[in-house]
């Protein structure tokens, strides 16, 4: 079990023993990393750490999950939110390896198409979402099916809500 304990003025999660943590994260985003991920608690086991301090960020949150495996790919797509967000790889209680995320050149399957004429929003179709990434810093994407472009606006916007 995870445990919690509060040390001085911060709640500390226990260590984890296998996994991955999330970290730095901007404060709020702790949710939205778990959509970008598409996990809904159910796989693996999952502690969120939310308005914790941070020396870099002032303030952050971070996901801790095992018992789920993630790849590489995957994690970085959390830059979509979080571009600030650092990966570390956890294998017995040793941080194995650590990595900034970094936008892919494309992005598939986690946000949709606001065009609702868009193929990728026919039920009929199963033509998967993917956009290519225009710029990434700010994040900007396109349809590679339609040409639309989906702003950090729309990106955040989609992953804030219910889904
Ligand atoms: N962590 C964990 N379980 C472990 C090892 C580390 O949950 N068995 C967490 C730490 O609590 C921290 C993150 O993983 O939130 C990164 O650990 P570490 O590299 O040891 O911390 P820092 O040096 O503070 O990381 P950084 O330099 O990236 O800020
Ligand atoms: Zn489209």
Do not use: W
Request: some cysteine; hydrophobic content about 40%.
């Amino acid at each position: 079990m995870m445990s919690t304990e509060v040390k001085g003025k911060e709640l500390i999660v226990s260590k984890i023993r296998d996994g991955i943590v999330i970290d730095h994260i901007p404060v709020g985003r702790a949710l939205m990393v778990l959509r970008v991920l598409r996990l809904r608690g159910g796989e693996g086991r999952i502690a969120l750490v939310m308005n914790v301090e941070s020396r870099r960020l002032g303030r952050k949150d971070i996901v801790k999950i095992e018992g789920k495996e993630l790849g590489d790919d995957e994690l970085n797509l959390i830059s979509l939110i979080a571009p600030t967000a650092t990966i570390n790889v956890i294998k017995d209680y040793a941080v194995i390896k650590k990595f900034q995320v970094k936008l892919p050149d494309a992005v598939k399957g986690v946000v949709k198409c606001r065009n609702p004429r868009c193929i990728t929003n026919q039920p009929r179709e199963d033509a998967v979402a993917t956009f290519k990434v225009i710029r990434s810093d700010q994040p900007l994407l396109q349809c590679l099916y339609c040409g639309t472009y989906l702003t950090i606006d729309d990106i955040n916007a989609q992953l804030a809500g219910e889904r």
